[in-house]
DNA sequence: ACAATATATCGACCAATGTCAATCTAAGGA
DNA sequence: TCCTTAGATTGACATTGGTCGATATATTGT
C-alpha cells in the first residue's frame, strides 16, 4: 500500500471496482470489523456459546437478587459438580460472572451490563 | 409435574425457599430457560463464535447490497479457499447467511434480522 | 470440445473443548 | 482435633472443530 491519497468509496465509479477487487465484488458501504474485534468478540461468544453455561447464567439472572450459589446449580443441571465448576470458571475468566465467597459456598453474581454489551456489539457487527 | 396448581414466588415466604432448595440458596424472580432453549441458542452461537466468521458476515454487512461473492472473502481474509468455503457453509445452514449463484460467482447475502434475533434472545436470557 | 476459472467437497491432521472420577482445599460443627 | 460438607483443581478421555491440500463440479470463453 504506497499510494499517499486513501481510495475513496466516491472514487469508485459503477462499472469499476477498487484495485485490487475482483469483478464480481460490489460496493462497500462501510468497514468491516477488524481482526482484533473479530477475535475478541469471537471469545466472548465462544464463552456463551455452551448450553450449560446458558442455562447457568439464566439461573443466575433469574435469581432475585442476580445471585445464585453453587447448589444452585448442581440441583438443577444434569451435570457433575466438576464440570459445573468448569463452567462457571469460564463464565468467569470471560467477565460475564463474578464469584463471591461467603463462609463456605460460594455465590456467583451477573457482572452488570456484560451480556447487554456482547449482545449490542454483536447486532453491530 | 402433577401439580394442579403452580407454585407461585409470592406463596415463598422469606425465610423458607422452595420444597427442594438447599439452605444457600435465594429466592427466584422469574424462571430460567429451558434446556431445549438453552440447546438451540448456543447452536447459533456457536456458529458465530469463530473470528473468520465473524469477520465474514461483517464483510457481507459491509456491502451496499448487504451481499459479497466469495472473491471478496478470499481478499480479506488469510485463509485458504476451502476454509473459507466451509464457514460460509457453517453461516448458511446456521440460517444466518444465503446463498445465490450467479452464473460462476457465488454470492452470500445476510438473513434480515437473524443476527439482531440472536442478539435479543441473548440478551432476555 | 477444450481450457480456464470459481467454488464446493473430501480426507486427514492437530488443537481445543466438554465431561467425569479422583483428589485437594477450606470452612464449620461436634 | 477430627469429621463432614462445599467447592475447586487435576488428569485422562472422547469428541468436536478449524485448517489445508487434493480433488471434484460447474460455468464461461475460445
Do not use: N
Amino acid at each position: 500500500m504506497t499510494f499517499t491519497r486513501t481510495l475513496l468509496l466516491t472514487d469508485i465509479s459503477p462499472p469499476v471496482a477498487a484495485a485490487d477487487a475482483a469483478a464480481c465484488s460490489s460496493p462497500l458501504a462501510r468497514e468491516a470489523i477488524g481482526s482484533l474485534h473479530a477475535e475478541t468478540l469471537a471469545r466472548s461468544l465462544k464463552a456463551l456459546a455452551d448450553p450449560a453455561r446458558l442455562r447457568i447464567i439464566s439461573i443466575v439472572a433469574a435469581h432475585a437478587d442476580q445471585e445464585a450459589c453453587v447448589c444452585d446449580l448442581t440441583g438443577q443441571l444434569t451435570l457433575s459438580q466438576p464440570t459445573i465448576s468448569h463452567h462457571l470458571k469460564v463464565l468467569v475468566e470471560a467477565g460475564f460472572l463474578a464469584r463471591a465467597k461467603r463462609g463456605t459456598w460460594s455465590y456467583y453474581s451477573l457482572v452488570p451490563g456484560s451480556i447487554d454489551s456482547v449482545a449490542g456489539v454483536l447486532a453491530a457487527v
